[in-house]
Antibody
Framework: QVQLQESGPGLVKPSETLSLTCGVS????????WTWIRQTAGKGLEWIGR???????DYNPSLRSRVAMSVDTSKNQFSLRLNFVTAADTAIYFC?????????????WGQGIQVTVSS | DIQMTQSPSSLSASVGDRVSITCRAS??????LNWYQQKPGKAPQVLIY???NLHSGVPSRFSGSGSGTDFTLTITSVQTEDFATYYC??????????FGQGTKLEI
């Protein structure tokens, strides 16, 4: 059974870069789309974007100018970078596996990591 | 973006009740609709995919229906472990995929 685990700093200063990594175990990272979703009390669940081992990336248009994702097949992990963060980026960040079958399903989730933007 | 609207926002029920949660899309998404359950402090877990298909391991008391813009999640006999927050999510249009605001099922 696949397991995902987020890692990274829980506190980021305003205007700096949020960097998170998700380790994948129990499955090859060479399949699926690897996704980041965040959750806040105010906006609920928000899809940030996805990356594939082929190098394909897709981002939420609302964040596209600040976000970058990548997949490292040698380490079986994928990552998120979000630049120029503000308090509005404070959220729980989940790394998620997206299976594409009849529909795209977010079928495996990490436990989530709380990231707070504050000086 | 496709907007997803759930109703009600919260719902009170007792063990053994039948409950239904509605999700409406801002435009036709055919059957590209998934349902998730989230318990406090945990990540969401998929229950239903493609509107009416039960995900592996999900109890049969959960069911989904609908197509186009209107969808329903039904729990035929609520159990204690079902008290949680439920979200719908459209996968018809990527970038971005979008979620409903959630429905909290309470005792």
């Amino acid at each position: 059974q696949v397991q995902l685990q987020e890692s990274g700093p829980g506190l980021v200063k305003p205007s700096e870069t949020l960097s998170l990594t998700c380790g994948v175990s129990g499955d090859s990272i060479n399949n699926y789309y690897w996704t980041w979703i965040r959750q806040t009390a105010g906006k609920g669940l928000e899809w940030i974007g996805r990356s594939h081992s082929s190098g394909t990336t897709d981002y939420n248009p609302s964040l596209r100018s600040r976000v970058a994702m990548s997949v490292d097949t040698s380490k079986n992990q994928f990552s998120l970078r979000l630049n120029f963060v503000t308090a509005a980026d404070t959220a729980i960040y989940f790394c998620v596996r997206a299976s594409v079958a009849t529909v795209t399903i977010f079928d495996s989730w990490g436990q989530g990591i709380q990231v707070t933007v504050s000086s | 973006d496709i907007q997803m609207t759930q109703s009600p926002s919260s719902l009170s029920a007792s063990v053994g009740d039948r409950v239904s949660i509605t999700c409406r899309a801002s435009r036709n998404i055919r059957n590209y609709l998934n349902w998730y359950q989230q318990k406090p402090g945990k990540a969401p877990q998929v229950l239903i995919y493609a509107a009416s298909n039960l995900h592996s391991g999900v109890p049969s008391r959960f069911s989904g229906s609908g197509s186009g813009t209107d969808f329903t999640l039904t729990i035929t006999s609520v159990q204690t472990e079902d008290f949680a927050t439920y979200y719908c999510q459209q996968s018809y249009q990527a970038h971005p995929y979008t979620f409903g605001q959630g429905t909290k099922l309470e005792i």
